[in-house]
C-alpha cells in the first residue's frame, strides 16, 4: 500500500488522551515531507489536549460500497492508514504560512488567494511527526 491516501484524504480523525479521558475529532489536513499538518484556533478541547499529551493517533479511510444482487455477496471496498505520532505547534511564521498555502492548494485547486495569507496570529498549525504507520486495504 502506498502513502497516496495520505495525499488523496480529504478528511481526517485525530484522537487525543488527557488524563485518560479520550478525545477524537474529525479535521482538515495536509500531508507532505513526511508529516501530517493540520490547523486550530488557538483555544479549545483539541488544545488543551495536545497540550497535555502530544502523543496522538490520527486515522483516515476512504471506500466504496460494491452491492451485488445476492447481499452475501455485497462488498466494502476501502484502504485506510491508522498513523502514529506527537502533535507539535509550529512556532516559525513562514512554515506556519506555507503549511496553510498548502491546505488552501489541497482544498480548493482553483483558489487564487493562498498568495494573500499575511497574519496566522489567530491560528495554530500544528505537525505531527510520524512514528508509525499502519496500513489496511480491500481494494
Keep these: 500500500m502506498t502513502k497516496k491516501i495520505l495525499e488523496d484524504a480529504d478528511i481526517g480523525r485525530i484522537s487525543m488522551c488527557k488524563n485518560g479521558d479520550p478525545y477524537v475529532v474529525p479535521i482538515c489536513f495536509v500531508y507532505f515531507d513526511g508529516s501530517i499538518y493540520f490547523h486550530s484556533k488557538k483555544t479549545g478541547k483539541k488544545i488543551d ?32 492508514a491508522i498513523i502514529y505520532g506527537k502533535a507539535e505547534v509550529l512556532k516559525d511564521e513562514k512554515d506556519k504560512i506555507n503549511v496553510l498555502k498548502k491546505m488552501i492548494e489541497k482544498y480548493d485547486k482553483n483558489s487564487t488567494t493562498s498568495g494573500q495569507i499575511k497574519d496566522v496570529s489567530g491560528v495554530e498549525v500544528f505537525k505531527i511527526k510520524i512514528e508509525d504507520i499502519t496500513w489496511k486495504s480491500n481494494i
Design 49 to 80: 489536549y495536545i497540550k497535555s499529551n502530544p502523543k496522538v493517533c490520527f486515522q483516515i479511510d476512504d471506500h466504496e460500497i460494491s452491492l451485488s444482487k445476492d447481499p452475501c455477496k455485497s462488498t466494502m471496498k476501502y484502504r485506510s
